[in-house]
């Protein structure tokens, strides 16, 4: 399948792209300031470039989306809108703007997190973003068919342990690897409107 | 108790007044466009000024969230963002600046909806919307504790039926009186972090 890979540099965006191009796929890497396609998922306009620049693909894969983390009581309307624009409408867009360029039966894999069910303190942006994405996948998801739409949510990577570990105590880690399974999963697999979890 | 509550004017604000009311407890209540304070909480700065009116209280109770319906291909970024604004946002903010204002063991309570666990065609801003606070709620209760936070998602009510009953076929409506015995539950337990669902 051609494939749209986007976040294809971070962590998780280059286990997702091994993964799919392992399994004989054909992957377009999407960065916002690395590979071949340098686009912002952040900005709709950019995202209707994208779609332009590379036509018809057969799944969309998502790895990418930044919130804000901090108190709640430190947090400001900015802060949660950032959340909102850089994890949620984004995603929601590459979706929606998505649905003239997938194929038939293609797929929309997105990028949520385990904070919408298990929360940590300064994450409540991240959970609200979280928790939005959760609920838009199933929401599209009855729209949408036969394309499909699926998102991916698990904890913290086993690679991430270093730098985020103390935000997790006591909570198994999950390798990066596996995650990008679930990836594979949904592209390859029938379901629809599937949260993924790995925690 | 003193009980900030907004969208008193509405259908299920209406029947959230009068259970508080009818439990003693001194009510509060804040419409857009009728009511004693007229706020507008889809503006950041209403609410400041909003608490700045009213001082201290035991609880803040919220009936109000507006959100766009239309088929996932016509939405646009805007439906999106109106969305996050009009119902997210709003809610989050009224919890934000409100640690100030509310008592050492007082109450938020927020309103979601059953879309973001069962989803309707056109509904996908709102189950976004209803995800996003459902998780909300669970992140900012690990946070501003001993005060607490729940939120109440109820299905479609009887009493908008002839309005709305279309959009829910074959699904048992809740009478409006029992959505609003959340709301007391909320205000007088003990309980945070929590979502009642009726449905």
Do not use: C, W
Not at 32 to 45: H, M, N
Not at 54 to 62: L, Q, T
């Amino acid at each position: 399948m051609r494939i749209l890979l986007i976040g294809a540099a971070g962590r998780l965006g280059t286990a997702v792209g091994g993964a799919l191009a392992d399994r004989g796929h054909d992957v377009l890497a999407v960065g916002r300031t690395s590979g071949d396609l340098r686009f912002d998922i952040a900005d709709p306009a950019q995202i209707t470039e994208l779609y332009e620049r590379v036509g018809k693909v057969d799944a969309v894969a998502s790895a990418a989306g930044d919130v804000p983390y901090k108190p709640v009581a430190d947090m400001t309307p900015d802060d949660y809108e950032s959340a909102f624009r850089g994890k949620v409408l984004s995603q929601v867009e590459l979706v929606r703007q998505g649905l003239a360029n997938v194929a038939e039966r293609g797929s929309f894999t997105l990028v949520t997190g385990v904070l919408s069910r298990e929360p940590i303190p300064t994450g409540s942006a991240a959970s609200m973003a979280n928790g939005a994405l959760d609920a838009f996948v199933r929401a599209a998801a009855i729209e949408i068919a036969p394309q499909r739409i699926n998102a991916v949510s698990a904890t913290v990577f086993t690679e991430s342990l270093e730098e985020y570990g103390d935000f997790f105590p006591g909570i198994r880690p999950v390798d990066v690897a596996d995650v990008a399974q679930a990836y594979v999963r949904s592209v390859e697999g029938g379901q629809t409107g599937q949260v993924y979890t790995l925690d």
